[in-house]
């Protein structure tokens, strides 16, 4: 059985594994390299999944074909998490359990060093299912790689003065940066509603470039590095 306090869970988002542009082939070999590598020192992880821009490329053109809920929408990125993830459980070959876990409530029994996830129900991001998988799993921090490097007071694309956050608590963080509100396809530093839950967990979320796989081995290593660290800083 997994051992809860050798757990780390990290939530990947799609993107980082298929980015608009194709698969990078050299960054997977290194990024499935920088796990092993902790794995060969006794880590175990649960990688959760995101869609990132495959869900978003099926999204859209749904839209542009039919008005839909965003329940209908979210089942289409869910269906994008799978496939994500179903590749990247494959890319770990025996070091992963056999299956893409899809519900983040259930505690699994294996004795691989890897569990792959996947979507699990409409409403939400895969942030949130690894929050959950946070508390199913008794976790008290997890990592949150995107495609940024830090998170912003805003959107630095849109304001050339957006300032860099480094550290922020769940209240300022949920109230001046991503709201309450999921949307389909949204793209947020870390899903509203995971925020929320997170909040109420006070769970640690570290935020940081998933692409960057230097500052990946200092924060799984609890090393300072170059990211947003959000938590209940009371």
Request: proline letters at 3%.
């Amino acid at each position: 059985m997994v051992n809860k306090n050798n757990i780390k869970i990290i939530s990947v988002g799609g993107s980082i594994i298929i980015p608009k542009t194709g698969f990078d082939i050299s960054f997977l070999k290194k990024f499935r390299q920088t796990i092993l590598d902790e794995v060969k020192k006794g880590q175990k992880f649960i990688l959760i999944i995101g869609g990132g821009s495959t869900a978003r490329f099926y999204q859209d053109a749904l839209k542009e074909t039919i008005k839909l809920k965003d329940v209908d929408l979210d089942w289409m990125g869910i269906g994008a998490t799978i496939i994500n993830a179903n590749f990247v459980r494959l890319m770990f070959g025996e070091f992963a359990h056999k299956e893409v876990i899809t519900n983040p409530t259930k505690k699994l029994k294996t004795n691989k060093a890897i569990i792959v996830a996947a979507g699990y129900k409409p409403g939400c991001s895969t942030d949130y299912d690894a929050v959950l998988l946070a508390k199913t799993y008794s976790v008290k921090e997890m990592f949150n790689l995107s495609n940024i490097e830090y998170v912003y007071d805003k959107d630095p694309r849109e304001f050339t003065e957006a300032k860099i956050i480094e550290q922020i608590d769940w209240k300022t963080f949920r109230k001046e940066i991503v709201g309450d509100v999921w949307q389909p396809g949204k793209s947020a530093p870390f899903d509203p509603v995971a925020s929320k839950l997170a909040e109420k967990m006070k769970l640690k979320v570290s935020i940081l470039q998933g692409t960057n796989l230097l500052e990946v081995k200092k924060a799984l290593s609890g090393k300072k590095f170059k990211g947003t660290r959000i938590s209940d800083m009371n």
